[in-house]
């Protein structure tokens, strides 16, 4: 997983409220398990539309989508974070999210920033014409025109984003420790690992 901290650029201004993952990502993209080439589903209802955010020239690629209330609501599938990745997006910005959305993003990468409504309202305004920064490190999002908005993370999920630590990079990452007490059980309890043995 990729490291996250500053994210700058052009964002979606979607805005749309109860987007469920079913209009993120539709059921019949389930059926792969690779991670690449969700971004061409990605949406796919809604670029029916030529004059779709997503396919626009002004908007296409954009590392920040900003959504409406509830995003990532319905089905628990994790295609849809793969698929916001393969589009490009390293961040959402709502008023909230889905639980197991968010969970489901983190774990891949993308970071959800959960925002006041006015606020979101004020970076749909901008994002029409100009670019928005995210800095994770200071818990900010800033505009060209002196905007300044904080935001609250939990602890854990900020230190894994920023170092780039899924669930087997943090394993890795105590290997140390884990090598330590395997050996310590080991030599203290020599009866499980025969027992093991036995049991084989």
Not at 23 to 39: D, F, H, M, Y
Not at 78 to 98: C, N, Q, R, T, Y
Not at 130 to 149: G, S, Y
Request: proline residues 6%; contains cysteine.
């Amino acid at each position: 997983m990729e490291p996250v901290n500053h994210i700058e650029g052009r964002a979606i201004p979607f805005g749309r409220k109860n987007i469920d993952t079913d209009v993120i990502i539709p059921a019949k993209w389930l059926k792969t398990i690779s991670r690449e080439g969700l971004g061409r589903g990605a949406f796919e209802s809604l670029r029916t539309d030529p004059d779709n955010l997503f396919d626009s020239e002004t908007f296409k690629g954009s590392p920040i989508l900003i959504a409406g209330d509830n995003f990532g609501c319905g089905s628990s599938r994790e295609h849809a974070a793969w698929a916001l990745l393969d589009l490009g997006i390293k961040a959402v910005i709502a008023p909230s999210f889905s639980d197991i959305f968010s969970g489901n993003a983190f774990k891949n990468g993308i970071l959800t920033v959960v925002m006041p409504q006015e606020q979101v309202d004020r970076l749909l305004e901008v994002a029409q014409t100009d670019p928005i920064a995210i800095d994770l490190d200071a818990q900010t999002v800033t505009t060209p025109f002196q905007d300044r908005f904080t935001f609250e993370i939990d602890p854990f999920r900020k230190h894994c984003l920023l170092n780039g630590l899924d669930e087997v990079g943090l394993t890795l990452a105590r290997g140390d420790a884990i090598g330590a007490f395997e050996a310590t059980v080991a030599d203290e309890r020599p009866f499980l690992a025969q027992g093991t043995g036995a049991a084989a």
